[in-house]
C-alpha cells in the first residue's frame, strides 16, 4: 500500500491501515518521544496520543511524501504537551560549566564511534529545557524560528538555550569515563 492510499484508508478510519500506518512508524516515533519524555512511561503516553493527532488530523496532510516528518512534527509537539503537562518543560540558568581542557580531543572525538543509546543517556540527563532545545534543533532539525513557536519562546532563548545544552553536552562526553579511556588509548596510540 502507498503512502497515499494509506492516507486515504486512514480518512475513512479504517482500523487495518491505521495499525499499518502505526507499527510502520511506531519504533521511529517511540525514539523521538524519548528523547524528549523523562521516562518510557511518559513517552508511551506521547505515543499514544500522538498517534490519536495523527488519525484525527490525517486529512490535513497535503503532501503524501511528507508523511514521515508531518508525523514527526506532531509526536514532537505531543511530547513537548506531556512535559507542560508535567510541569517539568522549563528553561533553567545554571551557572557556566567550568571551562574544560579539550586539547588532543578536538579532531579525535568526531572519529569515535558514539552510538545512539550513550547519546540518549547523556541527553536524558541535561536539563529539561537544554534537552528539549538540543533534540529540536540537532536532532530533529529544527531552526530556532521553529522552536521558538511551537515552545512559545523568544528565538533568542532558544539560540542561548541550544549554546548552553551544546557546551553542557560536550561537559558530559568529555567526562564519560569510558569514552575518556578510549580517547586516551587512540591518544597514545597516536
Not at 511524501?65 to 510541569?87: A, G, N, P
Not at 560536550?170 to 569515563?177: E, G, R
Request: charged content about 25%; proline content about 2%.
Amino acid at each position: 500500500m502507498t503512502n497515499q492510499e494509506l492516507i486515504k484508508a486512514c480518512i475513512k478510519n479504517q482500523r487495518v491501515a491505521q495499525k499499518a500506518l502505526y507499527d510502520q512508524y511506531r519504533g521511529q516515533m517511540y525514539s523521538v518521544c524519548l528523547r524528549y519524555c523523562p521516562d518510557q512511561d511518559t513517552a508511551c503516553d506521547a505515543l499514544q496520543e500522538g498517534f490519536i493527532n495523527v488519525f484525527e488530523n490525517i486529512h490535513r496532510l497535503t503532501d503524501p511524501l511528507r508523511l514521515s516528518s508531518w508525523i514527526k512534527k506532531i509526536i514532537v509537539r505531543t511530547s513537548l504537551e506531556q512535559l507542560r503537562k508535567l510541569k517539568k518543560l522549563n528553561f533553567v540558568q545554571l551557572e557556566e560549566l567550568p571551562q574544560l581542557d579539550n586539547s588532543g580531543y578536538s579532531e579525535t572525538i568526531f572519529e569515535l564511534d558514539y552510538n545512539y543509546d550513550k547519546l540518549l543517556e547523556h541527553l536524558n540527563s541535561m536539563p529539561t529545557g537544554y534537552k528539549t532545545i538540543f533534540s529540536m534543533y540537532v536532532l530533529d532539525e529544527l531552526n530556532h524560528q521553529e522552536i521558538a513557536e511551537i515552545l512559545s519562546i523568544d528565538i533568542s532563548t532558544s539560540r542561548t538555550q541550544l549554546h548552553k545544552a551544546r557546551k553542557y553536552m560536550q561537559h558530559l562526553i568529555l567526562n564519560d569515563k569510558s569514552l575518556a579511556q578510549e580517547l586516551k588509548l587512540r591518544i597514545q596510540a597516536s
